[in-house]
C-alpha cells in the first residue's frame, strides 16, 4: 500500500541518500547499520524504553535509504538485494520482539511474526517464478513496520489502556497480514496458471 506513496516518501529519503551517495558510503554498509541497530531494540524495551520508538523508527529509515544510496550511486546488486532482504526479516523479528518485552502478549507476537514472514516468504516464492510482487497486499513491510512503530509510541508513554490497545491493533494486525498471505497466494496462483 505505502508503494503507491513512495513519490511522497522520497522527499524524506533521497536528499539524505544523496549525501550519503556522495560521501561514498557503500549502501552495503548503511544496511548493516540498520540492521544493527534493530538488534538495540530488545534491549532497550528491556531497560530503557522510552528510547524504543526512537530505535525503531531510525533502523527503519536507514532501511529505505540503503536502497536509495544504491540506485543513485550505481551500486545495486544482486548481493546488496539479498543482504536487504535478509535483514528486513531480522529487523523485523527484533521490533515485534520488542512488543512483547513491553507487555503485548506472546502469543500475538508470535503469530504476528510467522505470518509476517509467510508474507516475505511469498514474495520471495512469486519472485523466484518470475511473478512481480511489488505491491502485492494490502500489508507489506512499510505499513506492518508504521504499526509495530506507533504501538512502541502508545506502549512507551502509558496511555490509558493502552496493553488493551496494543492487544486490539495486534488483532488487526495479524488478520491484516492474514489478507495479505491470501491476496499474495491467489496473485502467484493465477499468474502460474496463466503460462
Not at 512483547?100 to 510467522?114: E, Q, T, Y
Not at 518470475?130 to 494490502?138: D, P, Y
Not at 496462483?189 to 496463466?194: C, E, P, Q, V
Request: charged letters at 15%; a positive charge.
Amino acid at each position: 500500500m505505502l508503494t503507491r506513496f513512495r513519490k511522497s516518501l522520497s522527499l524524506f529519503v533521497i536528499p539524505v541518500a544523496r549525501a550519503i551517495a556522495k560521501s561514498g558510503i557503500h549502501p552495503n554498509a548503511v544496511t548493516a547499520i540498520g540492521l544493527a541497530i534493530s538488534f538495540l531494540a530488545p534491549i532497550t524495551a528491556t531497560f530503557f524504553p522510552p528510547l524504543l520508538p526512537l530505535i525503531v523508527a531510525t533502523s527503519a529509515y536507514m532501511d529505505a535509504v540503503d536502497g536509495a544510496i544504491a540506485r543513485i550511486s550505481g551500486r545495486v546488486s544482486k548481493r546488496g538485494a539479498f543482504l536487504d532482504s535478509f535483514s528486513d526479516r531480522i529487523e523485523e523479528l527484533m521490533y515485534l520482539i520488542s512488543l512483547g518485552l513491553l507487555g503485548v502478549p506472546m502469543i500475538l507476537v508470535a503469530v504476528g511474526i510467522a505470518t509476517s514472514y509467510l508474507i516475505s516468504y511469498l514474495r520471495a516464492l512469486g519472485e523466484l517464478r518470475g511473478v512481480r510482487m511489488e505491491g502485492v497486499g494490502l500489508f507489506e513491510r512499510g505499513e506492518r513496520v508504521l504499526v509495530v512503530l506507533a504501538l512502541s509510541i502508545i506502549l512507551v508513554l502509558g496511555a490509558p489502556y493502552a496493553r488493551q490497545i496494543c492487544v486490539a491493533v495486534m488483532m488487526i494486525f495479524v488478520a491484516l497480514n492474514i489478507v495479505t498471505i491470501a491476496q499474495r497466494f491467489v496473485h502467484i496462483w493465477r499468474r502460474l496458471g496463466a503460462e
